[in-house]
Each structure stands twice: as structure tokens, then as C-alpha cells.
């Protein structure tokens, strides 16, 4: 028994080790990569930051205990910005307290990883994006300040853009991390083409709105939500995961454009243009969340309402 009990302490030990390196190289990618548009952040906030989305997803995967993982990414992708020391130090905390509070208010709330009702979509929207990120962006603009960090023109544009970017990378992240391999069930060739389809689209749809790359010389600046129909059509067809994959590739898209200075959101000063493209982001991910939760639910309902028709049929 004694061998027995060191053999399962050795296994849980590898698994956690597995667990915290996946953690780790997620959110330290994501996190590089939320500050590569260093022309629309300042200092270390931003207006989207897709590592507290990692951060929040690996919580409700892997549990409470991955937060020395995210606490050593955090600090690691944070002390690589113009910030002291003292500052990364504690924005990895407050990312880390945030994305556990988050997980505790939503295994609260009997949130489904599956995300295959509404109330767990909104559920998320609320604690997981909402909520919580209250807690990184005051922690994290709080430091900032104490530190004489000052960015986008003081603390309270700071805090909304802290709010903002983390909120943002919750939508944007965290559905597509939970629900990510159902993609990888695609088996009928006519499903795997109508993806590829709805993508390649998609990212044509986006250079010419956000790129200035349309073939005529008007500016399609006036139908940034003109990608709408992409979201919905994702959220039909391919649910919560095909959602996250249409949503990220627009954020992804507008993001560099703005930074290139060009697109609709490159028209302003950089505090309202990072305003502009959270709350563009939001839209499209609440909408097409929504829709998918939706959809999921009724087909659900739908089988167990065949099921007990069967079932009776049967007596």
C-alpha cells in the first residue's frame, strides 16, 4: 500500500508538473503577444490582454492550485515592460487573485465549462470578465500609481483600460480555451470545408475594413460590425468554439491594423481608440457567445424532448 500511495503521489506530482509548464508557456505567449502593439498601450496596460483570459481558463481547468504557474508567468511577461520590478510584482499578483476569484464566483454560480446554456454564457460575461477583472485593474492601475507609473493621462483611464483589455481577454480567450477541441471533432468533409470557408472570408472581410485594402477607393470604415454575419454564421454552424476562433481572428486583425495607424479605430487619440476597439470587441463576443449558448441549449432540449418521446413511445 505504502508503494501504491508513493507511485499516485508520483503521478499527481508529473501531472501538476505537466499542468504548471502548459500554464506557463500559455500565458507567457499570450502575454508577449498582448504587448506586441506597443503603439496603441501605455507602460504596461493595453487595450486587450488575452493572458488574463489564459489565466481564468486554466483556473477552471486545472483548479486553484495552478496559481504558482501563473503567478511566476505573470511576473515573468510583466517585468519584461517599462515597468520597476515592484510594479510587475504586483500586477502578477493582482492577475493572479483576480483569476481565482473569478474561478471561485463561477463554480459559485455552477458555471459549465461547456458553456452549452445561456446562463452559463452569461455567467462568464458577468463574474469571469466583468467581476474579476475589476480586481486585476484596480490592483494593477493601484501599483501603477504607487509606483509613479503613469499611463493613458492618469489613473482613471488607466483603470478603464486595465478593465477593459482584461474584460476583453476573457471573451476573446477563455470560451475558446474551454471549448477549443470541439473543432478537432470536425469529420465530414463538407463541415471541415465550410470552417475553412467561413475563415478564409473572414480575414478578407477584415483586411479590407480594418486594412484599407478594399479594391475600390472608398473607405469601408463606417461597417467595422459588417463581421457580424461572420460571428453569427460561426455561432450557428460551429457553436461557443467556432465563435472564439471568428472573434479572435477580427481582434487580432483590428488590433494590428490600429497599431499601423490605420482602420476605424486609428482615427482618435490612443486612449479612445483603445476604448473603441474593447467595446467593438465585446460586442461581436457577447453577441456571438450569446448566440451560440442559445442554440446549444435548444438542440440539447430538443434531444432530451426526442429521448422522453421515445421513452414513452416505448412503454
Known amino acids: 500500500m505504502v508503494r501504491a500511495a508513493d507511485s499516485a503521489a508520483r503521478d499527481s506530482a508529473r501531472k501538476f508538473l505537466i499542468e504548471a509548464a502548459i500554464v506557463f508557456v500559455a500565458y507567457y505567449i499570450a502575454g508577449k503577444i498582448g504587448q506586441a502593439p506597443s503603439e496603441i498601450r501605455s507602460n504596461n496596460i493595453g487595450p486587450v490582454w488575452p493572458a488574463y483570459g489564459v489565466a481564468l481558463a486554466s483556473v477552471l481547468r486545472y483548479g486553484f492550485r495552478i496559481w504558482p504557474a501563473l503567478a511566476a508567468a505573470a511576473f515573468a511577461v510583466a517585468v519584461q515592460g517599462p ?13 493572479v487573485l483576480a483569476a481565482t476569484t473569478g474561478g471561485v464566483l463561477l463554480k459559485w454560480a ?32 493601484a501599483v501603477l500609481y504607487a509606483t509613479n507609473v503613469q499611463a493613458y ?6 483603470w478603464l483600460i486595465y478593465w477593459l483589455g482584461d474584460s476583453t481577454g476573457v471573451l476573446l480567450i477563455t470560451p475558446l480555451a474551454l471549448t477549443g477541441f470541439d473543432l478537432v471533432k470536425f469529420r465530414q468533409p463538407a463541415q471541415i470545408a465550410e470552417f475553412a470557408a467561413l475563415v478564409f472570408l473572414l480575414v478578407i472581410a477584415c ?21 457580424l454575419p461572420f460571428i453569427i454564421w460561426a455561432a450557428v454552424q460551429f457553436g461557443v ?75
Open 207 to 227: 483586411l479590407a475594413i480594418f486594412g484599407n485594402l478594399a479594391p475600390f477607393s472608398v473607405r469601408l470604415h463606417v461597417l467595422a460590425f459588417a463581421v
Open 241 to 315: 468554439a467556432g465563435v472564439g476562433v471568428s472573434t479572435l481572428v477580427v481582434a487580432t486583425i483590428a488590433t494590428v491594423a490600429t497599431a499601423l495607424g490605420v482602420g476605424p479605430f486609428a482615427r482618435n487619440t490612443v486612449f479612445l481608440n483603445a476604448v473603441l476597439l474593447d467595446i467593438f470587441f465585446a460586442v461581436l463576443a457577447v453577441s456571438g457567445l450569446c448566440l451560440a449558448a442559445v442554440i446549444a441549449e435548444r438542440e440539447r432540449t430538443e434531444k432530451e424532448r426526442a429521448r422522453l418521446i421515445r421513452e414513452q413511445a416505448a412503454m
Open 110 to 141: 455552477s458555471f459549465d465549462r461547456t458553456i452549452s446554456r445561456l446562463r452559463d454564457a452569461l455567467t462568464l460575461i458577468v463574474f469571469g470578465a466583468l467581476a474579476s477583472a475589476m480586481i486585476s485593474a484596480t490592483s494593477g492601475a
Open 83 to 95: 515597468v520597476p520590478h515592484i510594479a510587475a510584482a504586483g500586477q502578477a499578483i493582482g492577475s
Open 153 to 158: 493621462s492618469g489613473i482613471g483611464h488607466g
